[in-house]
């Protein structure tokens, strides 16, 4: 039989089909059908479970008894913050919009089937899974037919659905299927209460943060200790700074503030401004490139800190600190226990244009080590490009969320293959993380302006804010200032070509390349740093430079 049949055999089903076709489970028991006849499923949305749902905040459901707080592993047992308690979810608005409904979905079912008829494509289509942005139609192929006869009629099929785009997974993972996920003409509405009301939030880990729903509209959040560092990176409008407000208003309502620490940096000053004076923050929300570029080192001295007292404590990482901590095993006078630090940096290509050496460097220290000592980095931008989003940051950030861009190279950049030029905005998104390489698509939580605000006036009420920016920058200063001494070169080069050339007496490039084993490019900048200093002269073409500083000078150079 061949695709035809199929379609005039749905056709003639489908008086029947909203009388007898079932909304299960999502499982692999599916029941299949011939290719003469038979249902196909339409997989049910997760229910909204708000009738049900576990209360955080002083108020607590009459239907939910109060059980005790299950107890954190891994996760930090925080030592209780006098009075202080999590906002309540009452803050959070639910969804009342609705997904496509089934007669919709039945129609494009069969305007498909007709589509890969026409084209000659023996298929057939066995699974129907409805979610908040797109719907996946899941399809077999017939014996001998190759995969690659339906990703060439990507544009055809969406001409024949009057959609602005399909986007085809070829295959499904996990099955011996190709899904084609058409976008829904009526969006469901994906709140931040939805998510933290469902079974997803229901693990009291405070690095658990809300990401919004799957194709099958299943709840999906994120464990910032697994990830370990994000970057979130889409053009403007796409929803990367409704994603940002979701993750750190998840935060606020999940965390205490001994728990976990903020750091924002916001060069726009539009962006985080609303989250100044919350408990959480270790410094005011920072708009100045500088005053970032200073956050970072801190972040960098901080993690060298943490290290060392994990080394002291006979211990590996922060979980295995916590439970030593909490159990007495280490002396609470010499040691502190020291909460999970966020540092969330909105439109990364700002601080990369004004200090982008020292920031990258600091960056990718971070994203190397951080993660042990419970510090996690998110980086967003609305620039994906190779200048902002270096081969070296990408190296040390596996987990990127990339949001609706504008070509394929921009989808490149992000996640390193195509398909985020294919999302169609308002929040869709690609999740790729060190664990799942492959790309999953996700419908973003939206949280207004009214409920962050709500979410805020609810911490900041619980406990007065308590800025620590002496803690925060003291240790970034001198760094800080070395730093900018040698104009973003590393001080250890620079102390050791000033007192090679200066002992020498010779102002040559080429030597210092041989001596310091580093590249041309980077040996005649340090040259030219030189220069700056007054340590030796201009360039003379090929002649080595005269050194104006005498061995005598040296030690008031190098200290």
């Given amino acids: 039989a061949s695709v035809k049949d199929v379609a005039g055999t749905l056709s003639s089903f489908s008086r029947s089909f909203r009388s007898w076709i079932g909304f299960g489970d999502d499982d692999r028991s599916s029941t299949k059908i011939s290719r003469t006849n038979g249902p196909i499923e339409i997989q049910e949305q997760v229910p909204d479970p708000s009738t049900t749902r576990p209360e955080n905040g002083p108020k607590k459901s009459a239907k939910a008894p109060k059980k005790a707080k299950p107890k954190r592993a891994p996760a930090p047992q925080a030592v209780p913050v006098d009075g202080y308690q999590l906002p309540s979810l009452d803050l959070l608005e639910a969804s009342a919009s609705e997904g496509p409904n089934r007669g919709g979905l039945e129609q494009t079912a069969a305007e498909l089937q007709e589509a890969l008829s026409q084209h000659g494509v023996d298929a057939r289509l066995t699974r129907i899974v409805p979610g908040p942005t797109v719907t996946r139609y899941e399809i077999e192929l017939a014996p001998g037919v190759k995969v690659s006869r339906v990703t060439n009629l990507s544009h055809d099929i969406a001409y024949a659905l009057a959609s602005p785009d399909v986007r085809i997974l070829a295959p499904i993972p996990g099955k011996s299927a190709i899904g084609i996920e058409v976008p829904n003409r009526n969006r469901q509405m994906v709140t931040l209460g939805d998510i933290l009301r469902s079974d997803a939030a229901k693990d ?66 539009v962006e985080l401004g609303q989250y100044d004076n919350v408990p959480h923050l270790l410094t005011r929300v920072i708009t100045s490139p500088k005053r970032a570029a200073d956050a970072l080192q801190w972040a960098v001295a901080e993690m060298d800190r943490r290290y060392d007292l994990l080394a002291d404590s006979g211990v590996r990482d922060v979980e295995s600190y916590y439970e030593k901590y909490d159990a007495g095993g280490i002396d609470e006078e010499l ?225």
């Fill in 204 to 269: 009291p880990d405070p690095m658990l943060v809300a990401i919004g729903k799957d194709v099958s509209g299943k709840a999906h959040m994120m464990r910032l200790t697994e990830l370990p560092h994000v970057l979130i990176a889409g053009a403007t409008g796409a929803g990367k700074s409704s994603c940002i407000n979701a993750l750190l208003t998840s935060i606020l309502m999940r965390a205490r503030p001994d728990e976990v620490r903020l750091i924002l940096v916001d060069p726009k000053r």
């Fill in 335 to 559: 040691f502190d226990r020291f909460p999970y630090i966020v540092l969330v940096v909105d439109e990364l290509n700002d601080l990369m244009m004004v200090a982008g050496r020292s920031v990258e460097d600091s960056i990718v220290r971070i994203a190397q080590m951080a993660r042990a000592v419970g510090i996690h980095l998110v980086l967003a931008t609305q620039r994906p490009s190779v200048n902002v989003i270096t081969g070296v940051i990408k190296a040390n950030v596996p987990s990127r969320l990339a949001f609706s861009v504008t070509s394929q190279t921009d989808s490149r950049v992000i996640i390193d293959q195509v398909g985020a030029e294919k999302l169609v905005g308002l929040g869709d998104m690609l999740v790729v993380t060190a664990r799942e390489p492959k790309p999953e698509r996700i419908q973003g939580a939206w949280v207004s302006e009214a409920e962050v605000r709500r979410v805020v006036e609810a911490v900041r009420e619980q406990q007065k804010t308590k800025y620590e920016d002496t803690e925060v920058f003291e240790a970034a200063k001198k760094a800080t200032e070395v730093n900018e001494e040698f104009e973003g070169e590393d001080p250890e080069i620079m102390r050791q070509a000033i007192e090679l050339v200066v002992r020498s007496q010779l102002g040559s490039t080429s030597m210092l390349q041989r001596k310091l084993r580093i590249g041309f490019a980077r040996a005649g900048r340090v040259m030219d740093i030189l220069e700056n200093k007054g340590i030796v002269g201009p360039s003379e073409g090929s002649k080595a430079r005269s050194v104006l500083v005498t061995e005598e000078e040296l030690g008031s150079l190098i200290g």
